[in-house]
């Protein structure tokens, strides 16, 4: 568990010093974050058991994690957190799911994981409906879901895990990418699958965002590189032909701008077309230090799966039942609270630049 305890360090070290100016705002958004004042219940769903917060969590919990993608480095960092979680609660890990994130391909891992008689799945849908039917077979087999990174519709799961408001990751992205291009200019988005629930949320608040504060820049094209690396590749080759004018490229996605960063960075482009988004320091280091990209934002993957799973262990226990104003404990995390909709806030994202990177492994 080395690894978590280092990037929690690491992160910890930075909070509120040489990254202040450019840690975001989190704008309330239907989640509560850890340390806030408990609020009060919901009461629209009077109909849930009520929570035993004492309840044992028993040992041997079955925890499946099941990710929009296998093989994606920012998932293997979560995967690692729910695993290090999982251990502590002495319970199963497992982690299974499709090699393409399209919108239907957990389907069958999430049958296949009722069948077996998971306790908990943790899992980043690549559809918010797609998804639905699955897991609330799951659910009647008495698993406990936990959406985490990209939720389903809030009634096909337990709780949603977030990294971070939503509005906090749209607006930190659009004001990097404003300072970079002196609020002016034709900006496109490179994104994920055309369907993921987080990818399009945040797509909308940047647009909306960008009006209202820079209306000078214009958001002229989003293209989907469906979180394939080479696909992602070639939609940046694909920009950069067909708006010769392009100031700038926002990549909310750890795939995206990876590729992104590679084909800028041995182009012409290097340098006079910014590029900001959503990536791992390790994936992006080269980048930031040959001048291809100036800062860019994520939080930390490995807490994310560690909170999810601790969230689904709380759930399983009965601790919680996912209302909101209910507490629970979440390992070195310490303690959060549900907001609204079922929904707990990780934290605030960290962005980084030049001048920090170094400090991060991750
Ligand atoms: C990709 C996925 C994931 C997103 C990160 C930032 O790995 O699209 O859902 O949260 O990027």
Redesign the pocket.
Known sequence: MSSFLTGRRLRGGLTGVAVAALVLTTAACGGTTRGEEESSGSGTDGAAASADPNAEIPSGLAVAFLP?QVN?P??DVAAAGADAAVSEIEGEFTQTGPSE?SASSQVSYINTLTQQGSDVILT?ANDPNAICSALDQARSAGAAVVTF??DTSPDCRDLFVN?ATAEGIAQSQVDIMAEQIGGAGQVAILS?TAN?T??NAWIELMEQYAAEQYPEMEIVATVYGD?EDEKSFQETQGLLQTYPELEGIIS????GIAAAARYLSGSEYKGRVALTG?GTPNQLREYVEDGTVQAFA?WNPEELGYLAAHAGAALAAGRITGQEGETFEAGELGEYTIGADGVVVLGEPTVFTADNIGEFDF
């Open positions: 929009k994606n920012y998932f994130a980043s990174d990209s990294q994920a993921a987080n990818q979180d909310p996605t750890t795939v959503l994520l």
